[in-house]
């Protein structure tokens, strides 16, 4: 027999997981995003592990009714089909968070795009603080971005030096992008 049919033959005799023996761990880490209004979000593990889901339910078991993104959190995580997922809030620590109001800020002023659709590079993007900065190239000015706008164009993250094509309006503090578009992907200004 070939070792190819060999492992396919280990693989089928492998026993189904039983998902009554779960194991359970404790992780600490921060919470990555939470959208209370749809009720779940992601912790960050500190130490690399895979994001894991944070259900409301669960926090409102623990007894904790709200977290924002950056709050520091000690739960146990169990690992299932589609990863790992918070099974228990032991502590929460929200000192550490960016609450809606400080977040939200750019929203609370819109700015109307004055510029056409153009390429930028993403300078630095901070998840937990909910902003980033973009440039066109030496010598022009910043544009600031928004986590609010990304997430209007279905965008979760930016890298830096990630090419992406922006409109901006002149904000309250300078440029301030308006819309956003990840380089190789489907144009949504279309629909706009």
């Not at 400080?102 to 795009?113: L, Y």
């Not at 890298?159 to 301030?176: I, M, N, S």
Request: aromatic share 8%; with cysteine; hydrophobic share 35%.
């Amino acid at each position: 027999m070939s070792s190819f049919n060999r492992g396919i033959s280990e693989i089928e005799r492998q026993p189904e997981v039983d998902e009554t023996t779960v194991e359970v761990f404790k992780i600490s880490g921060s919470v990555k995003w939470f959208d209370s209004t749809k009720g779940f979000g992601f912790v960050v593990p500190d130490g690399g592990q895979a994001d894991a889901l944070l259900h409301i339910s669960c926090m409102k078991r623990d007894g904790f009714e709200r977290t924002y993104e950056g709050a520091r959190i000690v739960c146990e995580v169990v690992r299932r089909a589609r990863g790992l997922q918070v099974l228990r809030v032991l502590d929460m620590d929200l000192s550490t968070s960016v609450r809606p109001a400080e977040r939200d800020s750019a929203v609370h002023n819109p700015v109307e795009p004055t510029s056409s659709k153009v390429e930028a590079r993403v300078k630095w993007f901070n998840r937990t603080k909910g902003y980033g900065f973009l440039s066109c190239g030496e010598g022009t000015p910043d544009i600031f971005v928004h986590i609010e706008t990304l997430r209007q164009f279905g965008i979760g993250v930016l890298a830096t030096d990630q090419r992406v094509l922006v409109r901006y309006g002149e904000g309250a503090k300078g440029l301030q992008a308006t819309e956003i578009q990840l380089i190789d992907q489907p144009d949504p200004f279309l629909n706009n």
